[in-house]
C-alpha cells in the first residue's frame, strides 16, 4: 500500500524557517517525481514545487521562487522542503503528492496528474 506521510509544520513567525518532510512506503519512490501544494482555507489548492525522480530539476511557483527549495534523499524514500523567510501568506495546510506520468507532467503542478497525496501538515506563519 502506498503512503505518503508529512510532517515538519508548525507555527513560526515571520522571516522564520520550516522544513517539511514527506516520507514514502509502498512503493519504488526513486521512479516518481515528487510535488508539494499547499491550501489556505477558502483558497485553491496550489502547486509550490516540483522534483524530479532523479533530484536533477526543480520547479518552483513565483510565489515561494527564491525561499523555498525541494530537495530529495531516494535512499531514504523522503523529499523535503526547505522553507526560508516565511511570510503570513504562506500559512495553508501542505501536501507532498507522487506523480508517476514523467516530469513536465510534474513540473505543471497540476492536482489531478498526481497519483499519490500525503494527509498534509500545517504551516502558520504570524506577522
Known amino acids: 500500500q502506498v503512503q505518503l506521510v508529512e510532517s515538519g509544520g508548525g507555527s513560526v513567525q515571520a522571516g522564520g524557517s520550516l522544513r517539511l518532510s514527506c516520507a514514502a512506503s509502498?512503493?519504488?519512490?526513486?521512479?516518481?517525481?515528487v510535488g508539494w501544494f499547499r491550501q489556505a482555507p477558502g483558497k485553491e489548492r496550489e502547486g509550490v514545487a516540483a522534483?524530479?525522480?532523479?533530484?536533477?530539476?526543480?520547479y518552483y511557483a513565483d510565489s515561494v521562487k527564491g525561499r523555498f527549495t525541494i530537495s530529495r534523499d531516494n535512499a531514504k524514500n523522503t523529499a523535503y522542503l526547505q522553507m526560508n523567510n516565511l511570510k503570513p501568506e504562506d500559512t495553508a495546510m501542505y501536501y507532498c503528492?507522487?506523480?508517476?506520468?514523467?516530469?513536465?507532467?510534474?513540473?505543471?503542478?497540476?492536482?489531478?496528474?498526481?497519483?499519490?497525496w500525503g494527509q498534509g501538515t500545517q504551516v502558520t506563519v504570524s506577522s
Open positions: 503528492a507522487a506523480d508517476s506520468a514523467g516530469w513536465f507532467s510534474c513540473r505543471a503542478l497540476r492536482s489531478a496528474a498526481f497519483d499519490y
Open positions: 509502498g512503493y519504488t519512490y526513486s521512479y516518481n517525481c
Open positions: 522534483i524530479s525522480p532523479g533530484g536533477g530539476s526543480t
